[in-house]
């Protein structure tokens, strides 16, 4: 099946720092990445949707000057989490998809952020 | 009201037992739907897709039910490997902005035990 590499897989960073998190598609064209966040024992939270090409589609309650994305190709999409704060510690995961509507997500490893 | 709902369970089972679980959706304009599994610290990972007239893969099937807006998944022959949390998954797709939303429901914890 398709492959979303996720990088890096752990990031460990002082408070005030900013982590910039990689999220490619290997075999497939993503026209759209998803980024979410998940803390300890609780579901998957949307953070933004970006399509190639186009801002990204924040989600209510998330500041798109903090969580900074760019959708720059179809392979590729980052999330910069930017003054990280300890509070800021997740999982953060990204999930690629093909255009086709009904067509599966394809997540990437995650991201596991711990902000010090 | 969440645009996905699941009851969060945990369910425990016995090995061996069937189990169900449902998830509900609220914007009618869903088109697609998706059942992942998400192990403990890791990466959701598909499991099935959910098909209008019911799809079946070995012991897992899925259903769906658009008028009552919602969709099950049937787990048969419970295996201690079946431990884990199910995602329910709604695609909507956003006409507005030309992309797709990918929804997902809280997910429901499953622990099978021996």
Redesign the interface.
Known sequence: ?AVVSQHPSRVICKSGTSVKIECRSLDFQA??M?W?RQFPK???M?MA?S?EGSKA?YEQGVEKDKFLINHASLTLSTLTVTSAHPEDSS?Y?C?A?H?L??T???????T?LTVV | RKEVEQDPGPFNVPEGATVAFNCTYSNSAS??F?WYR?DC??????LM?VYSSGNEDGRFTAQLNRASQYISLLIRDSKLSDSATY?C?V?L?MFS???????????TRLAVHP
């Open positions: 099946g026209t759209t998803f979410y609780q579901s998957l949307l949707t399509n589609t999982f995961i999930s998809k255009s509507l009904n599966e997500a394809f997540f990437g490893q995650g596991r | 088109q697609s998706f998400q610290r890791k990466e959701p990972k598909l897709s995602l998954v695609i797709e902005g030309g992309y797709n939303k990918l929804i997902f429901g809280a997910g």
